[in-house]
Structure formats: structure tokens, C-alpha cells
């Protein structure tokens, strides 16, 4: 599902990862974290397709927001199990969502 | 491939979408945008992926060239085919990019 964000301005954690060999407790990490992020103060939603490359786009009202979400503790242990077993490589862009228009709305 | 960004400030154009039925005037009309915008001034990059939705998140030095992209007459064409024949729904935002960092570098 597109995100329905309100008007700018609001930040976005632009996630772009490569795995390697599919393994399962990486699904059942993700479907945790899901769980996990839409109770985080500030969280707006996020957006994830995967096809060679994963990218997954969270939404936050603030930067404060994104820090909270990335030291919470279940969060850290996620991540370093990713950088320990999961991911080959990853990129994280923290940016200030600006504009924003949608078609056909 | 994840995209070797500068160092920040650059900006993000965030495209999600959901596309109808597959229409192979979609895919070849892809691959000549991709063509097309990498010779854009102030083109940094692109990632892409799709699962059901659709993300292009595509890498600019300023919202100038964001804008010429934007306006370019092919680019222009590709819209508005996009719009009456490929897209169900889209959304796009345009976000500066403020910190970047990555792993293993």
C-alpha cells in the first residue's frame, strides 16, 4: 500500500539492502519489526517492495522520531543480527520529505 | 545496485507506485526512460524494486535538475502514457537527502 503521509514537511528513512542466501529468521525478524514499528512514537508508515534489491521507505514526523526507532532495543538487536547474517550490503538516507503529490489524488 | 551517492546534501525523488495489468509498452518505455535519464544534468543515480508496489528512489545534486527531469519532453510523453495506461495509483515525493551511511563502508 502507497502511504497515506500528511503534508510535508516529514522525514523519510530510505532503507536500500542487499541479502544474501534467503534465510528463514530474516522473514520472521521483518514481520517482528513490523509489529514493532507501527507502535514507535512519530512513525507515519513505511513502503517496501524487493526484487534483487530491497528498498523500504519509513515515514516519521521528526528526527527525534527516527533516532528513538533506531536505538529502541529490539530494534539494535534486529540490526545486528542483519549486519551479522542478513545483508550483504545496505545504504540508509535520512532525508526531509519537501514535496509530495499523488496522481490520480 | 545501491547507487554511490556524494556526501549530503543531494536530494531524493521518491517514487511509489501500482501499476495495472502488465502492458509491454510499460517495460520498453522503462528501459528508454532509464537511458534517458542518466545524461540528465544533475542525475546521481537511481535504485529500483517491485513486489506489488513499486519504488524508484532517483538521486539528483539539486531540486533544478529535478525539475528539468521533470519537464523533459520524452519524460513528459512517458507521464502521461503512465497515467492513462500503466498506473493505477502513484505517489511522489521529493526529500533532501541530510545524512547518509552504509555497511560494511
Redesign the interface.
Known amino acids: ?3 497515506n ?1 500528511p503534508p ?1 514537511p516529514y522525514y ?1 528513512v ?1 532503507f ?3 541479502t544474501k542466501e534467503q534465510d528463514p529468521g530474516y522473514s520472521e525478524m521483518g514481520e517482528w519489526m513490523e509489529k514493532l514499528v507501527v507502535s514507535q512514537p512519530g512513525y507515519l508508515g513505511h ?9 523500504t ?1 519509513s515515514y516519521w514526523e521528526s528526527l527525534t522520531a527516527i533516532k528513538h526507532w533506531k536505538d529502541n532495543i529490539d530494534h539494535q538487536t534486529a540490526q545486528q543480527l542483519g ?1 551479522r547474517k542478513w ?1 550483504e ?16 489524488i
Not at 47 to 55: D, H, N, P, T, V
Not at 89 to 104: D, F, L, N, S
Open positions: 500500500m502507497i502511504t503521509t510535508p523519510a530510505i536500500t539492502s542487499i513502503e517496501s517492495a524487493r526484487s534483487g534489491l530491497g528498498i521507505v549486519r545483508y550490503t545496505y545504504k540508509i538516507r535520512i532525508a526531509k520529505v519537501e514535496r509530495e503529490y499523488g496522481w490520480p
